[in-house]
Protein backbone atom coordinates (compact mmCIF):
# COMPACT_ATOMS: atom_id res chain seq x y z
CA UNK A 1 0.00 0.00 0.00
CA UNK A 2 1.32 3.37 -1.29
CA UNK A 3 2.20 5.94 1.54
CA UNK A 4 -0.32 8.08 0.12
CA UNK A 5 -3.18 5.36 0.32
CA UNK A 6 -2.12 5.26 4.50
CA UNK A 7 -2.57 8.48 4.93
CA UNK A 8 -6.05 8.42 3.21
CA UNK A 9 -7.21 5.39 5.26
CA UNK A 10 -5.42 6.65 8.53
CA UNK A 11 -7.70 6.39 11.63
CA UNK A 12 -10.01 9.02 12.75
CA UNK A 13 -10.51 8.04 16.07
CA UNK A 14 -7.80 8.02 18.90
CA UNK A 15 -7.49 4.92 21.46
CA UNK A 16 -5.52 4.12 24.58
CA UNK A 17 -3.20 1.64 25.46
CA UNK A 18 -5.96 -0.97 25.91
CA UNK A 19 -7.43 -0.38 22.61
CA UNK A 20 -10.86 1.32 24.16
CA UNK A 21 -11.15 4.59 22.05
CA UNK A 22 -10.95 8.12 24.26
CA UNK A 23 -13.26 10.74 25.14
CA UNK A 24 -13.23 13.28 27.50
CA UNK A 25 -16.04 14.61 29.37
CA UNK A 26 -15.77 18.60 31.28
CA UNK A 27 -17.33 19.40 33.88
CA UNK A 28 -20.87 21.68 32.73
CA UNK A 29 -19.40 24.66 31.93
CA UNK A 30 -16.53 23.71 32.03
CA UNK A 31 -14.04 24.78 28.45
CA UNK A 32 -10.96 22.72 27.89
CA UNK A 33 -7.67 24.83 28.21
CA UNK A 34 -5.24 23.96 25.76
CA UNK A 35 -1.57 24.80 25.30
CA UNK A 36 0.19 25.31 22.55
CA UNK A 37 4.10 25.23 22.17
CA UNK A 38 4.87 27.58 19.26
CA UNK A 39 3.77 29.77 16.98
CA UNK A 40 5.02 28.62 13.97
CA UNK A 41 2.82 27.42 11.30
CA UNK A 42 1.19 24.28 12.89
CA UNK A 43 1.00 26.12 16.17
CA UNK A 44 -0.81 28.93 14.54
CA UNK A 45 -3.01 26.61 12.53
CA UNK A 46 -3.84 23.91 15.76
CA UNK A 47 -4.85 27.07 17.65
CA UNK A 48 -6.68 28.47 15.37
CA UNK A 49 -9.06 25.62 14.76
CA UNK A 50 -9.16 24.63 18.28
CA UNK A 51 -10.92 28.23 19.16
CA UNK A 52 -13.13 28.04 16.38
CA UNK A 53 -14.53 24.54 18.18
CA UNK A 54 -14.58 26.12 21.13
CA UNK A 55 -11.58 25.52 22.99
CA UNK A 56 -9.41 27.60 24.86
CA UNK A 57 -6.22 27.90 23.55
CA UNK A 58 -2.63 29.59 25.67
CA UNK A 59 0.31 29.53 22.98
CA UNK A 60 4.00 29.73 24.96
CA UNK A 61 6.30 31.15 22.05
CA UNK A 62 10.10 31.29 22.70
CA UNK A 63 10.98 34.37 20.37
CA UNK A 64 9.33 37.76 20.23
CA UNK A 65 7.04 37.01 17.56
CA UNK A 66 4.94 34.61 15.52
CA UNK A 67 6.38 31.98 12.37
CA UNK A 68 9.00 30.38 13.61
CA UNK A 69 11.21 28.90 10.73
CA UNK A 70 8.38 30.35 8.14
CA UNK A 71 8.58 34.05 9.76
CA UNK A 72 12.39 35.88 9.41
CA UNK A 73 13.60 38.77 11.38
CA UNK A 74 15.22 39.64 8.01
CA UNK A 75 12.29 41.02 6.43
CA UNK A 76 11.98 44.49 7.60
CA UNK A 77 15.64 44.62 6.68
CA UNK A 78 14.96 43.68 2.95
CA UNK A 79 11.90 45.88 2.43
CA UNK A 80 14.23 48.85 3.57
CA UNK A 81 17.34 47.80 1.59
CA UNK A 82 14.40 47.49 -1.67
CA UNK A 83 15.05 43.44 -1.60
CA UNK A 84 11.71 42.29 -0.75
CA UNK A 85 12.31 38.78 -2.09
CA UNK A 86 14.98 38.44 0.49
CA UNK A 87 14.16 36.38 3.37
CA UNK A 88 15.56 33.58 5.61
CA UNK A 89 12.18 32.09 5.64
CA UNK A 90 10.99 29.40 3.34
CA UNK A 91 10.69 31.02 -0.98
CA UNK A 92 8.77 28.37 -2.51
CA UNK A 93 4.44 26.95 -2.34
CA UNK A 94 5.50 23.25 -3.69
CA UNK A 95 2.52 21.79 -5.48
CA UNK A 96 -0.21 24.62 -6.09
CA UNK A 97 -3.09 22.31 -6.42
CA UNK A 98 -5.13 22.55 -3.07
CA UNK A 99 -2.24 23.84 -1.38
CA UNK A 100 -3.73 26.33 1.64
CA UNK A 101 -0.46 28.65 0.73
CA UNK A 102 -1.84 28.83 -2.46
CA UNK A 103 -5.21 30.15 -1.52
CA UNK A 104 -3.67 32.33 1.26
CA UNK A 105 -1.14 33.53 -0.87
CA UNK A 106 -4.62 35.04 -3.20
CA UNK A 107 -5.95 36.36 -0.07
CA UNK A 108 -3.45 38.55 1.12
CA UNK A 109 -2.21 39.40 -2.85
CA UNK A 110 1.22 38.23 -2.74
CA UNK A 111 3.34 38.42 -5.20
CA UNK A 112 4.32 34.90 -7.12
CA UNK A 113 6.67 33.60 -10.10
CA UNK A 114 5.97 30.55 -11.51
CA UNK A 115 8.35 28.25 -13.37
CA UNK A 116 6.23 26.97 -16.92
CA UNK A 117 9.20 26.05 -18.10
CA UNK A 118 12.90 24.51 -16.52
CA UNK A 119 14.89 28.29 -16.65
CA UNK A 120 18.14 27.25 -15.75
CA UNK A 121 22.03 27.06 -16.88
CA UNK A 122 24.08 24.14 -15.60
CA UNK A 123 28.07 23.83 -15.12
CA UNK A 124 29.99 21.00 -15.14
CA UNK A 125 33.21 19.74 -12.38
CA UNK A 126 35.35 22.00 -14.41
CA UNK A 127 33.25 24.77 -14.79
CA UNK A 128 32.38 25.37 -17.69
CA UNK A 129 28.80 25.59 -19.06
CA UNK A 130 27.22 23.15 -20.59
CA UNK A 131 25.40 22.81 -24.09
CA UNK A 132 22.02 24.42 -22.98
CA UNK A 133 20.14 21.34 -25.17
CA UNK A 134 22.19 18.71 -23.12
CA UNK A 135 20.94 20.56 -19.91
CA UNK A 136 17.50 20.29 -20.70
CA UNK A 137 18.23 17.04 -21.93
CA UNK A 138 19.78 15.48 -18.91
CA UNK A 139 17.00 17.44 -16.65
CA UNK A 140 14.22 16.47 -18.20
CA UNK A 141 15.55 13.21 -18.56
CA UNK A 142 15.63 13.31 -14.67
CA UNK A 143 12.97 14.03 -14.39
CA UNK A 144 10.92 11.27 -16.23
CA UNK A 145 13.22 9.01 -13.66
CA UNK A 146 11.47 10.89 -11.05
CA UNK A 147 7.78 9.89 -12.18
CA UNK A 148 8.86 6.79 -12.96
CA UNK A 149 10.07 5.73 -9.42
CA UNK A 150 7.03 7.56 -8.10
CA UNK A 151 4.87 5.52 -9.86
CA UNK A 152 7.25 2.28 -9.14
CA UNK A 153 6.84 2.54 -5.37
CA UNK A 154 3.21 3.08 -5.45
CA UNK A 155 2.89 -0.41 -7.33
CA UNK A 156 5.72 -2.27 -5.91
CA UNK A 157 6.02 -0.53 -2.09
CA UNK A 158 5.77 -3.95 -0.28
CA UNK A 159 8.31 -5.68 -2.41
CA UNK A 160 11.02 -2.98 -2.76
CA UNK A 161 14.45 -3.48 -0.61
CA UNK A 162 14.17 -1.81 2.62
CA UNK A 163 17.91 -0.55 1.56
CA UNK A 164 16.77 0.52 -1.77
CA UNK A 165 16.90 4.33 -2.25
CA UNK A 166 16.44 6.33 -5.00
CA UNK A 167 19.75 6.61 -6.51
CA UNK A 168 19.68 2.58 -6.92
CA UNK A 169 16.31 3.56 -8.99
CA UNK A 170 18.02 6.01 -10.75
CA UNK A 171 21.36 4.12 -11.35
CA UNK A 172 19.18 0.62 -12.42
CA UNK A 173 17.14 2.74 -15.47
CA UNK A 174 20.16 4.51 -16.67
CA UNK A 175 21.71 0.94 -17.22
CA UNK A 176 18.80 0.01 -18.98
CA UNK A 177 18.88 3.31 -21.50
CA UNK A 178 22.29 1.96 -22.35
CA UNK A 179 23.87 5.69 -21.19
CA UNK A 180 27.17 6.34 -21.27
CA UNK A 181 29.66 6.74 -18.01
CA UNK A 182 30.21 10.14 -18.95
CA UNK A 183 26.51 10.93 -19.34
CA UNK A 184 25.51 8.51 -16.14
CA UNK A 185 28.02 10.82 -14.08
CA UNK A 186 26.19 14.07 -15.32
CA UNK A 187 22.54 13.29 -14.96
CA UNK A 188 23.46 11.96 -11.49
CA UNK A 189 25.31 14.77 -10.25
CA UNK A 190 22.02 16.24 -11.08
CA UNK A 191 20.15 13.78 -9.20
CA UNK A 192 22.08 14.38 -6.06
CA UNK A 193 21.65 18.43 -6.43
CA UNK A 194 17.87 17.90 -6.96
CA UNK A 195 17.19 15.04 -4.51
CA UNK A 196 17.24 18.15 -1.52
CA UNK A 197 14.21 18.96 -3.04
CA UNK A 198 12.07 15.92 -3.65
CA UNK A 199 9.14 16.50 -6.18
CA UNK A 200 7.33 16.55 -9.08
CA UNK A 201 8.61 17.53 -12.73
CA UNK A 202 8.17 21.40 -12.95
CA UNK A 203 6.54 20.51 -16.24
CA UNK A 204 4.08 18.01 -14.21
CA UNK A 205 3.38 20.32 -11.19
CA UNK A 206 3.33 24.47 -11.07
CA UNK A 207 6.13 25.32 -7.79
CA UNK A 208 5.53 28.96 -7.33
CA UNK A 209 8.34 30.75 -5.71
CA UNK A 210 6.63 33.68 -3.22
CA UNK A 211 7.98 36.53 -4.09
CA UNK A 212 7.10 39.03 -2.18
CA UNK A 213 8.29 36.54 0.58
CA UNK A 214 5.30 34.60 3.58
CA UNK A 215 5.06 38.04 5.11
CA UNK A 216 1.89 38.51 3.97
CA UNK A 217 0.64 35.43 4.70
CA UNK A 218 1.77 34.76 7.98
CA UNK A 219 0.33 38.33 8.90
CA UNK A 220 -2.95 37.06 7.97
CA UNK A 221 -2.52 33.39 10.32
CA UNK A 222 -1.67 35.55 13.12
CA UNK A 223 -4.28 38.40 13.20
CA UNK A 224 -7.04 35.41 12.56
CA UNK A 225 -4.88 33.10 15.67
CA UNK A 226 -4.40 35.84 18.03
CA UNK A 227 -8.12 37.11 17.54
CA UNK A 228 -9.31 34.07 20.06
CA UNK A 229 -6.03 32.42 20.79
CA UNK A 230 -3.54 33.69 23.61
CA UNK A 231 -0.01 34.23 23.11
CA UNK A 232 3.21 34.77 25.39
CA UNK A 233 6.31 35.93 23.80
CA UNK A 234 9.87 35.08 24.76
CA UNK A 235 8.64 32.14 27.12
CA UNK A 236 10.63 29.24 26.67
CA UNK A 237 9.28 25.92 27.92
CA UNK A 238 11.65 23.86 29.36
CA UNK A 239 9.49 20.67 30.80
CA UNK A 240 6.19 19.13 30.00
CA UNK A 241 4.83 17.33 32.88
CA UNK A 242 1.76 14.92 32.14
CA UNK A 243 -0.69 12.72 34.71
CA UNK A 244 -4.28 11.83 34.49
CA UNK A 245 -6.03 13.88 37.81
CA UNK A 246 -6.99 10.82 40.29
CA UNK A 247 -10.89 12.27 40.25
CA UNK A 248 -11.56 12.33 36.40
CA UNK A 249 -9.12 10.02 34.77
CA UNK A 250 -8.44 13.40 32.51
CA UNK A 251 -5.24 13.90 31.58
CA UNK A 252 -3.85 17.11 33.60
CA UNK A 253 -0.88 18.98 31.79
CA UNK A 254 1.39 20.52 33.66
CA UNK A 255 4.12 23.01 31.43
CA UNK A 256 7.26 24.86 33.00
CA UNK A 257 9.09 27.57 31.62
CA UNK A 258 12.51 28.73 31.89
CA UNK A 259 11.60 31.46 34.71
CA UNK A 260 10.33 28.64 36.70
CA UNK A 261 6.64 29.62 37.03
CA UNK A 262 3.90 26.63 36.33
CA UNK A 263 1.01 26.10 34.06
CA UNK A 264 -1.88 23.53 34.37
CA UNK A 265 -3.70 22.59 30.81
CA UNK A 266 -6.14 19.80 29.87
CA UNK A 267 -3.68 19.70 26.66
CA UNK A 268 -0.68 20.03 24.96
CA UNK A 269 0.19 20.42 21.96
CA UNK A 270 3.91 20.19 20.79
CA UNK A 271 4.78 22.06 17.93
CA UNK A 272 8.69 22.95 18.03
CA UNK A 273 10.81 21.63 15.89
CA UNK A 274 12.06 18.09 15.45
CA UNK A 275 15.77 18.93 16.07
CA UNK A 276 14.51 20.69 19.33
CA UNK A 277 12.32 17.49 19.90
CA UNK A 278 16.13 15.61 19.68
CA UNK A 279 17.56 17.71 22.51
CA UNK A 280 14.97 17.97 24.91
CA UNK A 281 13.88 14.67 25.42
CA UNK A 282 14.23 15.25 28.96
CA UNK A 283 11.96 17.70 28.86
CA UNK A 284 9.11 15.15 28.77
CA UNK A 285 7.81 13.24 32.35
CA UNK A 286 7.25 10.62 32.69
CA UNK A 287 9.62 9.63 29.68
CA UNK A 288 8.52 9.43 26.52
CA UNK A 289 7.70 5.73 25.38
CA UNK A 290 10.49 4.03 23.84
CA UNK A 291 8.71 4.11 20.50
CA UNK A 292 8.10 7.42 20.07
CA UNK A 293 12.18 8.09 21.48
CA UNK A 294 13.04 5.93 18.87
CA UNK A 295 11.05 7.79 16.24
CA UNK A 296 12.12 11.33 16.59
CA UNK A 297 15.88 9.59 16.63
CA UNK A 298 15.45 8.03 13.35
CA UNK A 299 13.99 11.15 11.35
CA UNK A 300 16.35 12.69 10.04
CA UNK A 301 16.93 17.14 10.32
CA UNK A 302 18.47 18.59 7.44
CA UNK A 303 20.38 22.22 7.51
CA UNK A 304 19.56 24.04 4.27
CA UNK A 305 21.32 27.42 4.61
CA UNK A 306 20.80 30.45 1.86
CA UNK A 307 22.61 33.35 1.37
CA UNK A 308 21.72 36.58 -0.48
CA UNK A 309 24.83 38.04 -2.36
CA UNK A 310 23.77 41.61 -3.62
CA UNK A 311 25.52 43.13 -6.65
CA UNK A 312 25.25 46.94 -8.19
CA UNK A 313 23.55 45.33 -11.18
CA UNK A 314 22.26 41.76 -12.31
CA UNK A 315 25.01 41.63 -14.63
CA UNK A 316 24.28 37.88 -15.24
CA UNK A 317 20.43 38.88 -16.54
CA UNK A 318 20.64 39.80 -20.21
CA UNK A 319 17.20 39.36 -21.58
CA UNK A 320 19.04 39.42 -25.01
CA UNK A 321 20.26 36.07 -24.54
CA UNK A 322 17.17 33.85 -23.39
CA UNK A 323 17.79 30.09 -22.34
CA UNK A 324 14.14 28.88 -23.12
CA UNK A 325 11.25 29.36 -25.06
CA UNK A 326 9.82 31.85 -22.87
CA UNK A 327 12.47 34.18 -24.22
CA UNK A 328 13.36 34.74 -20.41
CA UNK A 329 17.30 34.74 -19.21
CA UNK A 330 17.96 31.53 -16.64
CA UNK A 331 16.36 31.78 -13.25
CA UNK A 332 18.55 29.03 -12.08
CA UNK A 333 22.08 28.22 -12.03
CA UNK A 334 23.31 24.82 -11.40
CA UNK A 335 27.00 24.29 -10.48
CA UNK A 336 27.69 20.20 -10.34
CA UNK A 337 30.38 18.50 -8.40
CA UNK A 338 33.24 21.55 -8.54
CA UNK A 339 36.64 20.87 -8.52
CA UNK A 340 37.90 24.20 -9.13
CA UNK A 341 37.17 25.70 -5.84
CA UNK A 342 38.92 25.48 -2.49
CA UNK A 343 36.16 24.00 -1.03
CA UNK A 344 35.79 21.18 -3.31
CA UNK A 345 36.00 18.60 -0.39
CA UNK A 346 32.82 20.34 0.96
CA UNK A 347 30.95 21.12 -2.02
CA UNK A 348 29.56 18.11 -3.24
CA UNK A 349 26.82 20.85 -5.79
CA UNK A 350 25.45 24.44 -5.14
CA UNK A 351 22.92 26.07 -6.80
CA UNK A 352 21.49 29.65 -7.02
CA UNK A 353 18.20 31.43 -8.21
CA UNK A 354 18.13 34.81 -9.99
CA UNK A 355 16.01 37.72 -7.96
CA UNK A 356 16.39 39.26 -11.24
CA UNK A 357 13.68 36.88 -12.90
CA UNK A 358 11.23 38.01 -10.42
CA UNK A 359 8.40 40.25 -11.15
CA UNK A 360 8.77 44.22 -9.73
CA UNK A 361 8.96 45.74 -7.31
CA UNK A 362 10.17 42.33 -5.67
CA UNK A 363 13.37 41.70 -8.31
CA UNK A 364 16.58 43.05 -7.21
CA UNK A 365 20.18 42.19 -8.41
CA UNK A 366 20.96 39.34 -6.30
CA UNK A 367 21.56 35.96 -6.50
CA UNK A 368 19.95 33.53 -3.70
CA UNK A 369 22.50 30.62 -3.08
CA UNK A 370 21.21 27.47 -1.62
CA UNK A 371 23.18 24.87 0.48
CA UNK A 372 23.15 21.81 2.06
CA UNK A 373 25.47 19.17 3.95
CA UNK A 374 29.18 20.09 4.85
CA UNK A 375 28.86 23.43 2.53
CA UNK A 376 26.22 24.80 4.81
CA UNK A 377 28.07 24.15 7.66
CA UNK A 378 30.78 26.06 5.84
CA UNK A 379 29.02 28.70 5.27
CA UNK A 380 27.57 29.19 8.36
CA UNK A 381 31.15 29.06 10.27
CA UNK A 382 31.84 31.75 7.62
CA UNK A 383 28.86 33.84 8.49
CA UNK A 384 29.55 34.38 12.09
CA UNK A 385 33.57 35.61 12.09
CA UNK A 386 33.83 39.38 12.05
CA UNK A 387 34.84 39.69 8.22
CA UNK A 388 32.04 37.39 7.38
CA UNK A 389 31.54 39.52 4.08
CA UNK A 390 34.70 39.19 2.89
CA UNK A 391 34.98 35.33 3.73
CA UNK A 392 31.31 34.93 2.37
CA UNK A 393 32.51 36.72 -1.11
CA UNK A 394 35.72 34.36 -1.18
CA UNK A 395 33.19 31.38 -0.84
CA UNK A 396 31.33 32.03 -3.59
CA UNK A 397 33.33 34.07 -6.30
CA UNK A 398 34.32 31.04 -7.71
CA UNK A 399 30.65 29.93 -8.77
CA UNK A 400 29.28 34.11 -9.77
CA UNK A 401 32.58 34.62 -11.44
CA UNK A 402 31.38 32.05 -13.86
CA UNK A 403 28.02 33.94 -14.89
CA UNK A 404 27.86 35.47 -18.34
CA UNK A 405 28.97 38.32 -18.81
CA UNK A 406 31.28 39.02 -15.28
CA UNK A 407 34.20 40.57 -14.86
CA UNK A 408 36.58 42.17 -12.20
CA UNK A 409 34.24 44.98 -11.40
CA UNK A 410 31.43 42.81 -10.53
CA UNK A 411 31.71 42.91 -6.52
CA UNK A 412 28.68 41.95 -4.02
CA UNK A 413 27.87 45.28 -2.57
CA UNK A 414 25.94 43.38 0.46
CA UNK A 415 25.96 39.74 1.48
CA UNK A 416 23.46 38.41 4.17
CA UNK A 417 23.13 34.50 4.84
CA UNK A 418 21.08 31.95 7.54
CA UNK A 419 22.46 30.94 10.42
CA UNK A 420 20.01 28.22 11.10
CA UNK A 421 22.27 25.67 12.38
CA UNK A 422 23.08 27.83 15.58
CA UNK A 423 19.58 28.95 16.20
CA UNK A 424 17.90 26.69 19.41
CA UNK A 425 14.76 27.63 18.38
CA UNK A 426 14.75 25.94 15.40
CA UNK A 427 16.43 22.96 17.06
CA UNK A 428 19.72 23.92 15.28
CA UNK A 429 18.57 22.91 11.36
CA UNK A 430 15.93 23.99 8.52
CA UNK A 431 13.04 20.90 8.31
CA UNK A 432 13.34 17.25 8.80
CA UNK A 433 14.91 15.49 5.32
CA UNK A 434 13.82 11.08 4.93
CA UNK A 435 17.05 8.56 4.76
CA UNK A 436 16.85 5.56 3.60
CA UNK A 437 14.64 2.44 5.86
CA UNK A 438 16.78 -0.17 7.39
CA UNK A 439 13.99 -2.69 8.85
CA UNK A 440 16.72 -4.66 10.41
CA UNK A 441 18.36 -1.66 12.61
CA UNK A 442 14.65 -0.83 13.93
CA UNK A 443 14.50 2.17 11.27
CA UNK A 444 11.01 1.92 9.37
CA UNK A 445 10.45 6.05 9.03
CA UNK A 446 6.70 5.24 7.48
CA UNK A 447 6.19 4.22 11.27
CA UNK A 448 8.31 6.42 12.62
CA UNK A 449 6.06 9.34 11.30
CA UNK A 450 2.95 7.56 12.04
CA UNK A 451 4.11 7.02 15.87
CA UNK A 452 5.61 11.24 16.47
CA UNK A 453 2.01 12.09 14.26
CA UNK A 454 -0.39 9.82 17.05
CA UNK A 455 1.54 11.51 19.81
CA UNK A 456 -0.13 10.49 23.34
CA UNK A 457 -4.21 11.36 23.81
CA UNK A 458 -4.33 9.60 26.11
CA UNK A 459 -1.76 11.22 27.98
CA UNK A 460 -2.99 14.99 26.67
CA UNK A 461 0.43 15.21 25.31
CA UNK A 462 0.15 16.14 21.72
CA UNK A 463 2.80 16.36 18.53
CA UNK A 464 2.50 18.72 15.28
CA UNK A 465 5.23 20.18 12.51
CA UNK A 466 5.92 19.53 9.45
CA UNK A 467 8.09 16.22 10.85
CA UNK A 468 4.24 15.16 11.40
CA UNK A 469 2.57 16.11 8.38
CA UNK A 470 0.76 13.75 5.91
CA UNK A 471 3.41 11.69 3.66
CA UNK A 472 2.48 14.13 0.68
CA UNK A 473 3.61 17.24 2.98
CA UNK A 474 6.66 16.21 4.84
CA UNK A 475 8.84 18.69 5.47
CA UNK A 476 6.82 21.55 3.73
CA UNK A 477 4.91 24.48 4.99
CA UNK A 478 1.97 23.48 3.90
CA UNK A 479 2.53 20.27 5.69
CA UNK A 480 3.20 22.09 9.10
CA UNK A 481 -0.39 23.75 8.51
CA UNK A 482 -2.10 20.68 7.92
CA UNK A 483 -0.38 19.15 10.80
CA UNK A 484 -1.60 21.42 13.23
CA UNK A 485 -4.85 21.43 11.67
CA UNK A 486 -5.36 17.22 11.86
CA UNK A 487 -4.20 17.35 15.92
CA UNK A 488 -6.83 20.08 16.36
CA UNK A 489 -9.76 18.29 14.69
CA UNK A 490 -8.95 15.59 16.76
CA UNK A 491 -8.91 17.13 19.96
CA UNK A 492 -12.07 18.80 19.16
CA UNK A 493 -13.63 15.21 18.49
CA UNK A 494 -12.57 13.78 21.88
CA UNK A 495 -14.21 16.97 23.38
CA UNK A 496 -17.26 16.33 20.81
CA UNK A 497 -16.77 19.83 19.60
CA UNK A 498 -18.38 19.67 16.52
CA UNK A 499 -16.17 20.52 13.22
CA UNK A 500 -15.99 23.31 10.88
CA UNK A 501 -14.42 23.42 7.01
CA UNK A 502 -11.05 21.97 6.60
CA UNK A 503 -8.75 23.47 4.47
CA UNK A 504 -8.15 21.75 1.41
CA UNK A 505 -5.85 18.84 3.28
CA UNK A 506 -3.75 16.00 2.35
CA UNK A 507 -7.25 13.59 2.00
CA UNK A 508 -8.16 15.48 -0.81
CA UNK A 509 -4.93 15.88 -2.37
CA UNK A 510 -4.66 11.31 -2.03
CA UNK A 511 -8.48 11.50 -3.87
CA UNK A 512 -7.02 13.64 -6.82
CA UNK A 513 -4.15 11.81 -7.17
CA UNK A 514 -6.22 8.06 -6.87
CA UNK A 515 -8.12 9.82 -10.23
CA UNK A 516 -4.84 11.10 -11.96
CA UNK A 517 -3.27 7.90 -11.30
CA UNK A 518 -6.45 6.04 -13.28
CA UNK A 519 -5.34 8.94 -16.25
CA UNK A 520 -1.74 7.80 -16.16
CA UNK A 521 -0.56 10.48 -14.44
CA UNK A 522 0.92 11.68 -10.90
CA UNK A 523 0.69 14.65 -8.71
CA UNK A 524 2.93 15.00 -5.83
CA UNK A 525 3.36 17.92 -3.34
CA UNK A 526 7.21 17.84 -3.35
CA UNK A 527 9.44 18.57 -0.14
Not at 195 to 218: C, H, M, W
Not at 247 to 252: I, Q
Not at 292 to 310: F, H, P, R, V, W
Amino acid sequence: MSLARKDLIAISQDFDDQGYMLRRIMAKGMTPHVCVIGAGMAGLRCAQVLTERGLKVTIFEARDRTGGRVGSPRSDMSRKLNMIARSDAPNWIHGVNRNPMTRLAKEVNATTFSLSEPLFSVYDELGLPLDKEKAVEYSALFWTMVESAFKYSDANTQSIPPDQSLLHFFHSELNQLGKSESDTRLILQIARMWGDIVGDPIEKQKNLFVASTYRAILQKVTKDTLSKATIHYSTVVTSVSSNPEPSTGRPSVIITTADKSTHTFDEAVVTAPLGWLKRNLAAFSPSLPTRLQTSIDNISYGALEKAYLTFPTAFWHNPGEPSNSEGRPPFFFLWLSPTYTPNSQTIRYIQCASLANLPPPCNSPTLLFYMHGPAAAHAVSLATQPDSFSLLDEFFKPFYSRLPNYSPECKPTDIEATTWQNDEFAGYGSYSNFQVSDPAAGVELDKDIEALRKGMPERGVWFAGEHTAPFLGLGTVAGAWWSGERVAERMAKLYEQGEGDRSAGPEALVEDRAVEELNGTISRVEK
